[in-house]
C-alpha cells in the first residue's frame, strides 16, 4: 500500500523559505516520478513541480526559480525548497507519486495528508 506524508509547512513571511518534504512507502519509487501539486483555498488542486525517475525536473511558470524539488532515492523520499514566497503561495501542499508524459506529470492518484503553507504579506 503506497504511502505519502508530507511535512514541513508553516507560517512564513513574504520573502523568506520553507522546506518541505514527502516520505513514500509501499514501494520503491526510484522508477517513479515524484510531484508535488498545492491547493488554495476555493481552487482546485494544481501542479507545482515535479521531479522524474532520472532526476530531470519539470515546475510552473509562476514558482520557476524559486522552488526546487529534489529526492533521495536512497530513503523514498521527495523536498520542495521554497525560496521567496509570497502570499498567492499560501495553500495546501500534497506530494504525488505518478509518471511523466512528456513534460506533464500524470499522477497515480496516490496522495498524502497535505501541509499547510501560509505566507504572511
Known amino acids: 500500500q503506497v504511502q505519502l506524508v508530507e511535512s514541513g509547512g508553516g507560517l512564513v513571511q513574504a520573502g523568506g523559505s520553507l522546506r518541505l518534504s514527502c516520505a513514500a512507502s509501499?514501494?520503491?519509487?526510484?522508477?517513479?516520478?515524484m510531484g508535488w501539486f498545492r491547493q488554495a483555498p476555493g481552487k482546485e488542486r494544481e501542479f507545482v513541480v515535479g521531479?522524474?525517475?532520472?532526476?530531470?525536473?519539470y515546475s510552473t511558470e509562476s514558482v520557476a526559480g524559486r522552488f526546487t524539488i529534489s529526492r533521495d532515492y536512497a530513503k523514498n523520499t521527495v523536498f520542495l525548497q521554497m525560496n521567496s514566497l509570497k502570499p498567492e503561495d499560501t495553500a495546501v501542499y500534497y506530494c504525488?507519486?505518478?509518471?511523466?508524459?512528456?513534460?506533464?506529470?500524470?499522477?497515480?492518484?496516490?496522495w498524502g495528508q497535505g501541509t499547510q503553507v501560509t505566507v504572511l504579506s
Open positions: 521531479i522524474s525517475s532520472d532526476g530531470s525536473t
Open positions: 504525488s507519486v505518478g509518471y511523466y508524459s512528456g513534460s506533464t506529470f500524470v499522477s497515480h492518484d496516490y
Open positions: 509501499g514501494r520503491t519509487f526510484s522508477t517513479y516520478a
